[in-house]
């Protein structure tokens, strides 16, 4: 498991960028955190690092975004739903195979089995502007 200290908005964006840069087809990246922990600004800087333009926002309703790039980018929440049954019966299980990558928000309410490139991150709001940012990738 390794851990960043995000000291800004802006770092956490770089962030994303940096992960972007090294990004390859069929990789899922699940992200938790409470409400407001940085997770749609990391798949902010995710977009920006594979070239996407276009305003990202969480899909908190619509439950997937999907935006064109370098690599398709595929963003998930899974805010409103409860449990594995809610995510299979939404139609969401295809997302855990990306054509490009996949960035699922609220990736706690999958009990399920882990994708087989999988990012898990954990982001802890710790300061105003301050993120403790962990990851460990699994079956990479």
């Not at 851990?3 to 087809?25: C, D, K, M, V, Y």
């Not at 960035?103 to 802890?124: C, K, M, Q, S, Y």
Request: contains cysteine.
């Amino acid at each position: 498991m390794d851990t960043i200290t995000s000291n800004s908005p802006e770092a956490t964006l770089a962030l994303g960028e940096q992960w972007a840069a090294t990004a390859r087809p069929g990789w899922v990246i699940g992200l938790e955190g409470d409400l407001g922990a940085g997770k749609t600004h990391l798949v902010k800087g995710i977009a920006r690092g594979l070239g996407i333009t276009e305003p990202i926002t969480s899909p908190t309703f619509t439950l997937v975004c999907e935006y064109e790039g370098r690599l398709k980018l595929e963003h998930l929440d899974f805010y409103r739903l409860e449990n594995d049954d809610q995510i299979l019966t939404s139609g969401l299980e295809p997302y855990f195979q990306p054509e490009g990558i996949a960035v699922i928000e609220w990736f706690n309410r999958w009990t399920g089995p882990r994708p087989a490139d999988f990012r898990h991150v954990t982001l802890e709001q710790t300061g105003e502007h301050e993120r403790l940012i962990r990851y460990e990738d699994i079956g990479a």
